[in-house]
């Protein structure tokens, strides 16, 4: 039979370990204190994910965010920061205004874009090698 080996690991003192689980639990929660000073981004920022994944195309070519009913002018983005806005006053949520601060960040953006129609004048000439 071959002879076996035994490797001893030193393990840390108690005190170091106890030190290490306060540390821990005080890092914890100054993450949680964190998160929750930051709950309205969060909010925000889920309610434009959501949005996003329900505009995704699926494999039958049509997007859930296709489904739902808007008012044209505004885009779902925009017809959902409106209803949530409303929501939010009616029943003085936080959340809900949180969501509609995102979807309607959203709706910013996107009318921002606008139809990627040409800007008066631009001769799509990008080339900037001449110089001024």
Known sequence: MPKVSIIRVPRLP????AGARKF???AGSAVA???????????????A?????ASRKGKDGKSIASGLPKVEALGVAGT?????FVAAKYTKSRTL???????GSVAAY???LGKNE???????DDDVSGGY
């Open 14 to 17: 108690s005190v170091s370990r």
């Open 24 to 26: 821990a639990r005080r």
């Open 33 to 47: 204190a964190a998160a929750k000073d930051e709950k309205h981004t969060l909010v925000a920022l889920g309610a």
């Open 49 to 53: 994910a959501a949005l996003g994944y």
């Open 80 to 84: 959902y920061a409106l209803a949530a």
């Open 97 to 103: 205004r949180h969501v509609a601060t995102g979807l």
């Open 110 to 112: 996107k009318f921002g």
């Open 118 to 124: 040409a800007v008066e004048g631009d001769d799509d």
